[in-house]
């Protein structure tokens, strides 16, 4: 079993709508990153989370450490939201930047 | 302010041959972070750099890799006598110190080809 799960793995919505996409994860962490791959493969870092709820534009993140689980929410989802997000945790023991990623969700927003 | 560079964004290499992928980070930042990205898989980290000094090589493959990052100038990633399974893209990112906080700043990436 992997130490970070997502879900869903794929996940294909019409514009407008509202997305949610899950990571649980199975270690003791000290941070909590989201990140936005493009198409051509360029990452984007969108939060770092150790507690609470961040937001910033239409994204929201929201981690709840007690029960090891963090969403990422997109409100009035765009086409160009489509790409694979990736969650990312800094196990407790762990060095910065030591991160163990989950396998990413691919969302397609159509227009 | 530049974001993190990477070069070169795509190389070819023949079986045997050695790789050196570059990064250079944000100004201002002290801290590099190398991973990898296997085709059809999830990102792995490798190793986490200061300044003349590797940090956190807990990710790194025991033979033929290695890194650096010089008082002066960019990171390297070495990769010495490349097989087939190394084909992969290579991410590096960086952070300014831990006073700054731990917020990662990405590359685009270099995509290693090995034929």
């Known amino acids: 079993k992997n130490e970070v799960e997502q879900s869903p793995q794929n996940l294909t919505a019409q514009e407008g709508e509202f997305i949610t996409i899950n990571c649980s994860y199975s270690v003791g962490i000290s941070a909590l990153h989201w990140l936005q791959q493009h198409p051509g493969g360029g990452i984007v870092s969108l939060f770092m989370l150790s507690s609470g709820k961040k937001k910033h534009g239409r994204l929201i993140a929201t981690i709840n450490i007690q029960e090891k689980h963090s969403s990422l929410h997109i409100t009035a989802s765009h086409p160009r939201d489509s790409a694979v997000y990736i969650c990312a945790v800094i196990s407790g023991g762990g060095s910065q930047g030591n991160l163990i990623f989950g396998k990413g969700t691919k969302l397609s927003v159509k227009p | 302010n530049a974001g993190v560079m990477q070069n070169p964004r795509h190389l070819v290499r023949r079986r045997g041959q050695e790789a050196r992928l570059r990064c250079s980070p944000m100004?201002?930042?002290?801290?590099v972070y190398w991973y990898r990205q296997l085709p059809e898989e999830g990102l792995k980290f490798m190793v986490y750099?200061?300044?003349?000094?590797?940090?956190?090589e807990s990710g790194m493959p025991k033979e033929r890799f290695s890194a650096e990052f010089p008082k002066e100038g960019p990171s390297i990633l070495r990769i010495q006598q490349v097989v087939r399974g190394d084909s992969a893209a290579y991410f590096c990112a960086s952070s300014p110190g831990l006073t700054g906080g731990n917020t990662i700043y990405f590359g685009e990436g270099s995509w290693l080809t090995v034929v």
């Open positions: 100004k201002g930042h002290s801290h």
């Open positions: 750099l200061q300044k003349e000094n590797i940090i956190d």
